[in-house]
């Protein structure tokens, strides 16, 4: 991934800060330009919550490229406590442990290397709640 | 707007092409399509294809085939919308020769998966999903269907044997298609003991990596028994979208592309499920397959297993769903599938579709998924008389 | 007339930590190598040490901590005008860890960050510069972070003990502190030119003068450093409630104590190296998290850092009322530590980017 495209993101993928439609109220994440529920293009800021639970999850075996270190790894949907979802790994457990409805929470984690001379891409995952 | 006929088509059998390129590829099944169809020349010529870009080194592939062709200066250019391109490119035709715009339009669909090493493919084919939000965090195109399929069988409780049995139907409708990549057919055990590629989707839950291309051609419906003694009508064509990032869909479980655009082309062609008697379908994995059934109105929602079991979809069943073996046995040259399965339907309507051949056919389906679900483009097709 | 302290006042208002889940005993690293674990065990006091996972490093550990820390402070971050993180094992040679940080927790723009290095005192660095920034005015608070995934070469001796974690102190000015977790007595920073360990560039493993590294090492330094903060404060061993000693195994930490004076008891609740190993420049900042997480008002916790090359960080604390409405904000450093999962040498090497692929 290029530098700008990184770094362009980080508030939404390491800060979790998404967008709200602020004549519906829909929650926005990842961000768009207009609202898919009402058709207003007044979008506000808003923070997503840290905490939530395993709507449904899969273990990667075959890394896409710049992932071979990583494997096998989890990739999951996360339902937020305000009903939000998002996309991202699940860490800190072993795959035979997951369970569908787990409660997890946010954490901020390394998701991959370009190589060994590029830069490091972070972002946030979630953990089983300890 | 214009009624428009389906006067020909020509397809490759899809394999492994080692030895042909993207334009001779291309080029086999437009000859095979233009092959004693006394047209008086091609006016545009709109293709689907996914990854060329990537794996070829090759934009621009609308002009490099009118030229390969030589049916320049004909109007030509590629419609892209990842594994969709060959459905959006039908429905483009149809829109071009309906509009009253031309007269004679090729469309088709052309991929050279091989041209890539196993990486680079997957990588290329990985791009049909969101690149910030999605494959930013490592997932590819079958792990996103891997979360679908667990949270399906999660909440309608169907097994992971119901899966691996849609993915033996395919394989025995397969084995009747001479164009078809894998004509075998296998077992349950061949699905389940397969290597796991992300949890719970094994290797032949997938569709396999291949080439191929098919063409159609197109002309105003008024004009077509000038130029053909068997040609079929599209009586219903539509294309809808849903969101790309699966996390933000508002129902996981329903391809709601699907949903709207197939209603649209039922209501076009003012037909209901229950009048299609073949349906070439988008079972990219087994759970694509399994919620395309049901999205498409053939069966309700957790419900597929069981009309499965019951020979529903059999040829002489309620609708015969992939005679072609679909993707899953046919095989998916991505960029083009979307043009085999009108092509396949086509045949099938003309009563041209040999051992596959599904009897008495008059109104037919296509459905092409471009991505998780992200589009869906459908024609419906009826035998002229 | 150089002071212990700066002008202003300053105290801690929040405090926090973070240690992997994994572990790996030495018996396991024993039995790869053909060693007998009896002296890690029974001498030096160590019986597993914490192992980053694959996709944490020095950044991510430091915003947890960081986290941690802010919610006990109760603090928003753009009010932190420092962020430093002192580490021997930052993820980017040149490129400030401190930013990372900064910029995951919300800081920035208007924040002051740099990365520093003094091996296992690096952590204690950030800490005294925060302190000269609060105390002269020019920030209302400063993020101060030690943490490290150090490295110990395989079959080294130093493999045995080399943990991964961290901790984060945030410090603010006395005077506006509601619920301060510790007020400042004092601290003196002792250090010379001693080569007792260092890495140089090009190499993935550090080097050391084996024996060296003690009595001219880390006992010179441990002990001039707290003798000369004890003078200058006028205060004895026996003032103290807690002492935390810099930790690369337990036989150390402890020697170091009945050198000075001060009983087991007092070093005890903050050695932690048994269960995680030496976290270096998180090792005594996590000790006296430990402490934080226990200790009641009033009492008086020395902290002693050590980092080769060579010098040693002395501070004197006293904890106030603020620890024990804080304490329960954030998870603790025992809730860590008894989040654990053991791994073999195999996952660890895997997870330490030992296997080239």
Known sequence: MSVPRYWREIPERSRLEASKCTTCGNIIYPPRARCAKCGSDSIGPYQLPERGKILTFTVIRNPPRGFEKMAPFILGIIELEDGARLTTQITDVMPREVIIGMPVEAVFRKVSEDGDSGIIQYAIKFRPVF | MRR?????????????????????????????ALKDTRIPGIDALIVGNMCASDLSDQNNIGALLADYLGIIPSTAYRV???????????????????????????????????????????????????AEYELFFGASFVSLNA???????????????????????????????????????????????????????????????????????????????????????????????????ISSRSDLLSLNSTVVAVNKAYKMAKVTPADIDVAEIHDTFTITGALSIEDLGFSKKGKFNKLLSDGAFEPGGVVAINPSGGLKSRGHPVGATGSYQVAEVTMQLMGKAGRMQVPNAEVGLTQNIGGSGSSTYVAILRRAR | MISVKPIIDVAISGWGSYIPMYRIAVEEIARVWGKSPKHFREELLIDEKAVAGIDEDVATISVEASKNALNRAGLNPKELGAVFVGSESKPYAVKPTGTIVAEAIGATPRVLSADMEFACKAGTECLQCCIGLVGSGMINYGLAIGADTAQGAPADPLEYSA??????????????????????????????????????PKRDYPSHAEAFTGEPAYFTHITSATKLLLEELSLMSTDFKYAVFHQPNGKFPLRAAKILGFKKEQVEPGLLVPYIGNLYAGSSLTGFSAILDVAAPGDRVLLVSFGSGAGSDAFSFVVQEGVRTKRDMASKVMDYIKRKQNIDYAIYCKFRGKIVL
């Open chain 2, 80 to 130: 892209e919308a990842a594994c969709g391109s060959g459905g959006a490119a039908i429905l483009a035709a149809y829109a071009s020769v309906a509009s009253g715009m031309y007269d004679f339009v090729m469309t088709g669909g052309v991929e050279k998966l091989t041209d890539g090493v196993g990486g680079d493919t997957t990588y290329s084919l990985g791009k049909a999903a969101d």
């Open chain 3, 163 to 200: 943990g991964c974690g961290g901790t984060a102190f945030i410090v603010g000015r006395k005077d506006k502190e509601k619920e301060p977790v510790a007020i400042l007595e004092g601290s003196v920073s002792y250090v010379t030119d001693t080569p007792d360990f260092w890495r140089r």
């Open chain 2, 4 to 32: 428009v006929a389906i006067l020909s088509c020509g397809l490759t059998k899809v394999e492994k092409h080692w030895r042909k390129s993207l334009r001779e590829l291309f080029g086999d099944a437009a000859k095979e």
């Open chain 2, 147 to 245: 979360l679908i399929m667990n949270h399906y069988m999660h909440v309608y409780h169907v097994s992971r044997e119901a899966f691996a049995d849609l993915a033996v139907f395919m394989h025995k409708n397969g084995a009747r298609n001479p164009y078809a990549q894998l004509p075998f057919e296998i077992t349950r055990e061949t699905v389940l003991n397969s290597e796991m590629i992300a949890d719970p989707i094994t290797l032949y839950d997938c569709a396999p990596v291949g080439d191929g291309a098919a063409v159609v051609i197109m002309c105003p419906l008024e004009n077509a028994p000038k130029y053909s003694d068997n040609f079929v009508e599209i009586t219903g064509v539509a294309g809808a979208t849903d969101t790309i990032n």
